[in-house]
C-alpha cells in the first residue's frame, strides 16, 4: 500500500490518493485545507481514484475539504469517488451532502 498523499495540479484538480485512515488523516487534513487555500481556482474536483482503501476517516476528510472550499469562497466537487467511500455515504447518509447520485445498490 502506498502513503497517503493529496496534491492539487494546475486545472485546479486536486488528487487524494493511498489509504485514508487514522494514521494518515490528521496530516492529509493539513496539506489539503492549505491547497484549497492557496489555490486560485474558484472550482475544485477532488478527484479519488487513487484512494485504495478508506475508512470512516476518508469521508471526514472529503467533508472537511468541502468545507474548507466553502469558506475560502470555492465550491469543491467529488469525481472518482471508490466504491467502499459510497457504500459509507449511503450508510452515513452522506449521499446528497458530499453530492453523489443515488448508486445502482439504494
Partial sequence: MSQASVSIDDLGVMH???VLDHSSGAQLREQGQALIRSSN???LELNCAGVEKSSSVGLALLLAFMRDGQGAGKTVTLAQ???DMRKIAQVCG???ILGLEPSRFE
Fill in 41 to 43: 481556482a474558484g472550482t
Fill in 16 to 18: 487524494l490518493s493511498g
Fill in 81 to 83: 469517488l471508490p466504491e
Fill in 94 to 96: 452522506l449521499t446528497e
